[in-house]
């Protein structure tokens, strides 16, 4: 059973701010920590670091924090909620520990179900309309613009190395689950997108945070030249996240770039060994959640079969 440690409770740590900064010194993961800092530090800045951990006791505290929590994250996908959600009850409970607490804040704030996958596939033009968007940045357009062209999951577009792209050829050999080895392929604008993201880059990873790392790291996830490091999946959904919040339907997830690129690609008519080969599993029952044709897709089809179709 993991030991309790207890800090001796000075006029400071009671302060909602050091109480914070002392939580997320407990943590060793680093990925752990870059993730409760998001949500711990956001809690932070609305009720201040010198207000009292106190204030977030009693009725009035629950009320506040959720309706800030409803506030700021009341849109977000149900895996971003959840995980702000984890965050912030971590250190409510760590804090109850230390005595500088009491009750629970988060009493009035519900996990989120996750809605079902079969309803996740965006319309082709909800994808341009996304792609094309001026506001897009080099990195983030050639990241979307990669995923939903190659289908491929998020996790093994973020793991690759320059030195691992055949820019001529258009193909990239990834590692998928289980650690097989396969290859993605992509289409004319993420072609023309890459070599400019690159600029010369030759090693290190493709897709690369804004700063150079502020924590210590293995040297296959920095940049030799800048020393930034590579983009991690939390931040890769963050960033799509916060840049489909304001579109219809949205915010979306990266996992919906991966789901409509094989449902538009049933769509067009490809075969199962086809669809097996472009989304990297390795059975049709896998292959099916994802390669759902849309209604609008059925009923073009149905118009098609249709007898004065044919005569025309």
């Known amino acids: 059973m993991a030991t309790v440690h207890r800090f001796k409770a000075s006029e400071n740590a009671l302060h909602l701010g050091a109480a914070a900064e002392a939580f997320l010194a407990t943590i060793a993961n680093a990925n752990t920590a870059r ?20 204030e977030l006791n009693g009725e009035a505290g629950a009320d506040r924090v959720a309706a800030w929590f409803a506030g700021r994250w009341g849109g977000a996908a149900a895996a971003t909620v959840n995980a702000r959600l984890d965050a912030i009850g ?15 804040p988060l009493r009035h704030i519900r996990r989120r179900s996750r809605t079902s996958d079969r309803t996740r596939a965006l319309a082709r033009a909800e994808v341009e309309a996304l792609l094309a968007r001026p506001t897009l940045g080099l990195r983030e357009r050639t990241l979307f613009r990669l995923l939903y062209e190659s289908a491929a999951r998020a996790q093994e577009v973020l793991a690759l190395d320059a030195d691992e792209l055949d820019l001529r050829n258009r193909r990239a050999k990834v590692r998928r689950k289980g650690r097989a ?22 090693a290190g990873p493709v897709f690369l945070t804004d700063r150079r790392a502020r924590i210590q790291l293995p040297p296959s996830d920095l940049d030799p030249a800048s020393g930034r490091a590579r983009l991690s999946y939390r931040r890769a959904a963050e960033l799509f996240e916060a840049t489909t919040a304001k579109l219809a339907g949205g915010p979306w997830t990266l996992h919906q770039l991966r789901h409509s690129a094989l449902t538009h690609a049933a769509e067009d008519g490809a075969n199962t060994s086809t669809l097996l080969a472009y989304s990297g599993h390795t059975s049709v029952a896998s292959l099916t959640r994802y390669a759902r044709v849309s209604p609008e897709a059925l009923a073009r089809w149905q118009e098609g079969r249709a007898p004065a179709a044919r005569r025309r």
């Open 35 to 54: 993730a409760y800092t998001i949500a711990i530090r956001a809690l932070v800045a609305e009720f201040g670091e010198r207000a009292a951990v106190t």
């Open 90 to 104: 971590s250190a409510c409970a760590w804090w109850r520990e230390q005595d500088w607490l009491t009750g629970d």
């Open 181 to 202: 080895v396969d290859v993605i392929v992509w289409q004319t604008a993420t072609a023309r997108l890459l070599p400019r993201l690159l600029d010369g880059r030759r």
